[in-house]
């Protein structure tokens, strides 16, 4: 086809695109898709660019004896894929093959990842990049509500809010059409940076790095004190609030002052501004949610939205910003370390079986849960880990903490496999490279925020020696065994698989079709499959019960505890990171965009004018900011509205400039997510000739006709 309708392959909004097939290239425009109603941001715009990008992966790659990396042809590198797996298994046991996956790969293939690995390869090392970004908020809904979705409201209902508490998310930069939603609502927004979204804030709650969790339970103390909590809602509706008020209690708004630096004014203003408003909203996002203490931070603005009576109502609620393109739908059918599709546990024998009988193998077969992403890599060549990994749509190198041990780790395999449409940096330490297809050449389905099962449309034929992740994952179980017809190859085939899978599941497909989608019908999920008719899915969730059994809200109690760094005179300012309009995740993508590359083409990190006075350092020099794990270089930006305790630097950037070589693994003892937000640091001058490695658009040691990739 010349035209289709399609979406964005950037973040959860999954804005509505139609692509045009034309001489000069493929042309997008944005169509009139609720979530976006027109707009797009600049790596909307730019996304086609990516499609020609001049060091697209055309031919599998294998590294000889000598360590580089050359065309080989597709039967040479699936075989020694296969041979690998086998001798890392034979030697050391199922574990020895290990799986991590993205959350940008389809239903689909996210859907057929996890079978792969749990019956190709009968293996328990499985998980996702969505650790690093979902996890925590999936962890706390799931306790509160009995059932995570992003956000259990169209994005929609947003527009005719008065109040939206945003904490810890900057979507002014991060998605910024979801800000034409946020036009007519007050807008609270909690960041320890006055950020482009803070910038539009009736009120700006600006806390210490890593204090959230100890200003929402001075939220939750002044709602109670102060007669703001709907007590008549907490009866009826919830459980579990006279030990959460027990921990809240104790924070009082002028200790909360202390601990923060949120003057008591700020603290009392907000819950007023929440609980006066008739449509009132808090939302959070990953500057709450990537701590060691993420889960609890997160069930924080839970317990404040529950005591002022706004989740399962219609105008009002609680809902988590999901980050990547299909961060939704990539938790829900298999991929993560401790679930089966349709949003199972891997330890409930009732949905084994489910499974098992699906799958049509033995029920004692499927291994159980295995390791958090973090702890997967710490494991990756030691004794008792993996030997072999794939990797599925994801760049570990650059976007997991403490990357520089993760590089350690990954050089210690025996054999590490990168299935990528660009040599990105992790694929550039592989032992076979696999090119596949993109966004604007596959079928398939992604769910975005709000829980909305999306159709992705092919536009054009891939490059001739590019496959689809199905079919890399069809031609490996073939080759360990399995018989072709478990691993379809058609994305319409799995997902009518991935329905019939997930019936009966927290998050039930099995009312969903190709068909359905294609008429144009918009279906949230849970859609069960029903006797008679079509289910018409659930665009809001909990409007007459929660998913507990008794149908009630659960308040979980917290309590605030340091992060793992503390400050001390040789590392006094805290290190916080995060996202830049134009670069998207571990900037694989967005670096070889021109356009996105020249508006951020280098590391940066801002700091306070007192700040850089102190630590010796002038605006658009070069530093270095190091912690206990290793150091960054990157150019400063002295910004006055800076915390003078708290440095910032985007993540998206590789090599000596990676902001990861800083943050520590430290993990959330519940959802395992890293600590990325807070990590104690110094800041020091540099020569000004010295300076970092930046990506620049388009190079690559790979030329583009694809005939002569050698890497060194």
Wanted: with cysteine.
């Amino acid at each position: 086809m010349r035209t289709v309708t399609t979406h964005c392959p950037y973040c959860a909004l999954q804005c509505g695109t139609i692509l045009t097939r034309e001489r000069t290239g493929v042309v997008v425009r944005p169509s009139d898709f609720p979530v976006n109603q027109g707009g797009l941001c600049q790596k909307g715009w730019t996304a086609p660019t990516l499609l020609d990008t001049p060091d697209r992966l055309k031919h599998p790659l294998v590294r000889g004896n000598d360590g580089e990396l050359r065309a080989c042809s597709w039967d040479a590198a699936l075989n020694v894929v296969a041979i690998g797996l086998r001798a890392a298994q034979r030697e050391h046991g199922a574990d020895a093959a290990a799986v991590f996956g993205g959350g940008g790969l389809t239903n689909e293939k996210a859907y057929l990842l996890g079978k792969f690995a749990r019956v190709a390869l009968g293996t328990r090392q499985i998980d996702y990049n969505g650790r690093f970004c979902m996890s925590s908020a999936a962890a706390a809904g799931s306790a509160a509500f009995g059932l995570d979705r992003g956000l259990p409201f169209p994005v929609t209902d947003l527009g005719r809010a008065d109040v939206v508490m945003l904490a810890g998310a900057n979507v002014a930069e991060t998605m910024p059409p979801l800000m034409q939603h946020l036009t007519r609502p007050s807008l609270i927004v909690l960041d320890p940076r006055v950020s482009a979204t803070a910038q539009r804030a009736a009120l700006h709650l600006q806390p210490a790095p890593g204090t959230d969790l100890a200003l929402v339970l001075g939220l939750l103390h002044i709602a109670v004190v102060d007669g703001f909590c709907d007590t008549g809602y907490v009866r009826s509706r919830t459980s579990g609030f006279d030990e959460a008020w027990k921990r809240a209690m104790t924070w009082w708004p002028e200790r909360v002052e202390r601990e923060t630096g949120v003057p008591v004014a700020d603290l009392r203003a907000a819950v007023r501004m929440l609980a006066e408003g008739e449509r009132a909203y808090i939302l959070t996002g990953r500057g709450v949610e990537q701590h060691s203490k993420g889960t609890d931070t997160v069930s924080g603005f839970i317990n404040l939205a529950l005591a002022l009576g706004l989740p399962g109502i219609d105008g009002s609620g609680y809902g988590c910003l999901t980050g990547q393109g299909n961060g939704q739908g990539g938790r829900e059918h298999g991929q993560k370390a401790d679930q089966l599709p349709g949003y199972r546990s891997i330890t409930d024998p009732a949905a084994r079986q489910h499974i098992a009988d699906q799958w049509g193998v033995d029920v004692a077969s499927l291994p159980g849960p295995g390791r958090s992403a973090a702890e997967l890599f710490a494991s990756l060549g030691q004794e008792d880990g993996p030997r072999a990994l794939l990797v599925f749509g994801s760049n570990p190198v650059v976007s997991a903490p403490d990357s520089q041990h993760v590089v350690e780790r990954l050089r210690a395999l025996d054999l590490l496999v990168v299935a990528d449409f660009v040599p990105s940096e992790t694929a550039q330490l592989a032992d076979v490279v696999l090119p596949v297809t993109q966004w604007a050449e596959e079928e398939g389905t992604v769910t975005n925020l709000e829980g909305r099962v999306l159709r992705r449309r092919r536009l054009r034929v891939p490059p001739s020696h590019a496959r689809s992740d199905l079919e890399v994952l069809h031609g490996l179980a073939t080759r360990l065994g399995q018989p072709g017809h478990r691993f379809p190859t058609g994305a319409r085939e799995v997902f009518e698989e991935l329905r019939s899978a997930s019936r009966g599941g927290i998050a039930d497909y099995s009312g969903i079709s190709y068909t359905r989608l294609d008429s144009g019908e918009a279906l949230h999920w849970p859609c069960p499959r029903i006797s008679r008719g079509h289910h018409p899915g659930t665009p809001r969730l909990f409007l007459d019960w929660f998913a507990h059994t008794d149908g009630r809200a659960r308040f979980v109690p917290v309590e605030h505890r340091p992060p793992h760094d503390a400050a001390t005179h040789h590392l006094p300012l805290w290190a916080t990171t995060g996202r830049v309009l134009t670069q998207y995740q571990s900037g694989a993508q967005t670096r070889r965009v021109p356009d996105l590359h020249a508006a951020n083409p280098e590391p940066f990190v801002e700091v306070h004018p007192d700040t850089a006075e102190r630590a010796g350092v002038r605006d658009g020099q070069l530093a270095r900011v190091t912690s206990a794990r290793g150091s960054t270089i990157a150019r400063v930006r002295v910004e006055p509205s800076m915390r003078t305790d708290t440095v910032f630097l985007p993540f998206h950037f590789p090599a000596d400039g990676s902001a990861n070589l800083i943050t520590p693994a430290a993990l959330d003892p519940r959802s395992r997510m890293p600590e990325f937000k807070v990590a104690a640091v110094r800041l020091d001058a540099l020569s000004a000739l010295a300076g970092p490695k930046s990506t620049t658009a388009g190079s690559s040691p790979v030329d583009s006709t694809g005939q002569t990739e050698v890497y060194g």
